[in-house]
């Protein structure tokens, strides 16, 4: 079923206490916690509980799940004093998306001037 855990997947293993994680927020549909390889030096990921593939397809089933990761994102920026940041979405392989299960990257705490867009 849709939004159903995944025994492989690693952020499903995170939401599930099996994989430690840096936790920084907590709300009942999402969690908050650092990049374990940060690209700068605030490096957040804000994850749904429930799995889906990506951002687009969470948002597409559960909207209210997906604006709850926004507002997650915003605090959680808000939370680490960053005045500026950047919040992306890799979606696909070839987008340099990694793992499978649908996150927001919180970037920030240096100038992030170079960037696609
Ligand atoms: P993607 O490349 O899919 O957009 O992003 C996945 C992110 O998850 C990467 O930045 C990677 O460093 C991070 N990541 C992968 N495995 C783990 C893990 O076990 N713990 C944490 N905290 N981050 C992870
Ligand atoms: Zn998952």
Do not use: W
Request: aromatic share 6%; hydrophobic share 45%; charged share 20%.
């Amino acid at each position: 079923m849709a939004g159903e855990a995944q025994a492989d997947c690693v952020f499903c293993r995170i939401v599930a206490g099996e994989i430690p994680a840096t936790v920084v927020r907590k709300s009942e549909r999402t969690l908050t916690f650092r990049d374990i390889n940060p690209q700068a030096p605030t490096h957040l990921l804000v994850i749904p509980r429930v799995h889906y593939p990506n951002a687009a397809e969470l948002a597409a089933a559960e909207p209210e799940i997906a604006a709850e990761l926004l507002v997650e994102a915003g605090e959680a920026a808000r939370g680490e004093g960053l005045a500026a940041y950047r919040l992306i979405f890799n979606t696909g392989a070839d987008a340099g998306q990694t793992v499978f299960h649908a996150h927001v990257h919180v970037l920030g705490g240096e100038p992030l001037t170079e960037g696609l867009v």
